[in-house]
């Protein structure tokens, strides 16, 4: 936090260095964040853009009672809640269209991308304070006191977002079996194994 | 089975990011071989967090400091002509200045009223110095109550600009001060021009009205 500061201080003076390194030390993990909330590069691009001239344009604004990255990560969150709310995060793809050869490989995923597309469902489908926490906490690797920063929360309130996406998800995901076991059920029922009996 | 254990679910993400050693990876991972819930929260965690993320390139990387700054330096361009005309306008000629604002202050405030509102004018006269006689004429419908207000509301609204104005003013980097002088007459006489057009619209907005009110009374 010390170096953001020092960055800060020399930004503000129109020292162009430390301004590019703000920038380029924060646009990929800025980036990752709003791509997983908007789902396009278009919006990725332009919403990361905004948030970097956002900030730095506010630069008063900013008072030092989080860090600085908290803050740019709390201006990126605002800016891509409008545009996330009139996405649709599903994508509709058929398995059945596509001719399954006995590769493993292929059909390994095959599976994965069903799981994925599932799980994409799925999160769209938490409430938002949920959602971002959970990308936040899993994705973007913060810690719950950072979240709880990020969200202007308690880090109880963090805990508990997180913790309720997670039995969502899991409920919403299926949580009789593993995933595991559900990806064995697909490789049988695709000729290349074995058949199983699901477990009672 | 749902596992209640909070202290592991807890755990799980760190153990996911390998940031767990000793006694609690051990213990994460003795938990795991005897718990299916856990088991199958992680292989959840592990799908959420290998959700991939398009790399846009390093041409876009290597332009976004660029773009950024070039946006950044529009907005500030922008602010500064604001700042600019709103310095010359009090800097330099407060008393006919203060005097349209507040005429267009009481005329925004009262075209906002609702039209039955109107009706309730009381008869109080006002007399307001320094303007011309339409104007004047304007202003003295209102009563002395409502102008006060919307004398208020001006001031109120312009006082803090007056602050920031002041603060950069005194700055004793004396750029902004030099390009405050230099966008002095042009952009005065281009804001003033703005102004009377403006008040001379919004006086026959109130004639009309009151016309109005005439004729339904």
């Known amino acids: ?200 | 089975m749902k596992c209640n254990d909070a202290k592991i679910k807890e755990l799980l993400p760190l153990y996911l990011e390998r940031e767990l050693d000793g006694a609690e990876l051990k213990q994460v991972e003795l938990h795991l071989a005897s718990c299916e819930d856990c088991r199958t929260e992680f292989s959840l965690l592990q799908l959420v967090s290998e959700e991939p993320v398009p790399d846009p390139g390093e041409a876009f990387w290597a332009a976004m400091p660029d773009r950024v700054a070039r946006d950044v330096r529009r907005h500030q361009k922008r602010t500064l002509g604001l700042s600019g005309l709103l310095a010359a306008l009090f800097a330099h000629r407060g008393a006919w200045v203060t005097a349209a604002v507040c005429i267009l202050a009481v005329a925004l405030w009262s075209v906002q009223r609702d039209p039955v509102n109107m009706a309730a004018f009381p008869e109080e006269e006002t007399a307001v110095q320094d303007m011309d006689p339409d104007t004047e004429a304007i202003v003295k419908e209102f009563s002395a109550r409502e102008l006060r207000t919307a004398v208020q509301w001006a001031q109120n609204e312009s006082e803090p600009v007056r602050g920031a104005l002041d603060e950069q003013m005194a700055d004793p980097n004396q750029q902004i001060s030099d390009d405050l002088l230099k966008l002095d007459e042009r952009e005065l006489d281009r804001f003033y021009n703005a102004l009377e057009k403006k008040e001379q619209e919004i006086q026959n907005r109130i004639r009309k009205k009151m016309e109005d009110r005439k004729n339904i009374g």
Not at chain 1, 193 to 199: E, G, Q, S, T, Y
């Open chain 1, 1 to 200: 936090m010390d170096e953001d500061l020092d960055l800060i201080e020399r930004t503000a003076t129109g020292e162009r260095e430390a301004f590019n390194q703000l920038v380029i030390k924060y646009q990929k993990p800025l980036y990752a964040l709003l791509y997983r909330m908007v789902s396009n590069h278009e919006d990725a691009a332009d919403l990361l853009q905004k948030t970097f001239v956002k900030a730095f344009t506010g630069l008063d604004g900013f008072e030092q009672r989080s860090s600085f990255k908290t803050w740019l990560y709390q201006i990126a969150i605002n800016l891509a809640k409008n545009v996330y709310r009139d996405r649709s995060r599903v994508q509709q793809v058929s398995i059945d269209d596509v001719v399954v050869k006995k590769n493993p490989g292929i059909v390994e995923s095959l599976i994965k991308k069903e799981s994925r597309l599932r799980l994409n469902k799925a999160m769209t489908e938490l409430p938002e304070k949920q959602r971002l926490t959970l990308m936040l906490r899993v994705q973007d690797g913060k810690k719950f006191d950072e979240i709880a920063d990020i969200m202007k929360c308690s880090v109880g309130t963090a805990k508990s977002n997180y913790h309720y996406a997670v039995y969502k998800l899991k409920a919403m995901m299926g949580d009789t079996e593993t995933l595991d076991e559900k990806q064995k059920l697909t490789r049988s029922e695709a000729g290349l194994l074995p058949a199983c009996r699901k477990k009672p």
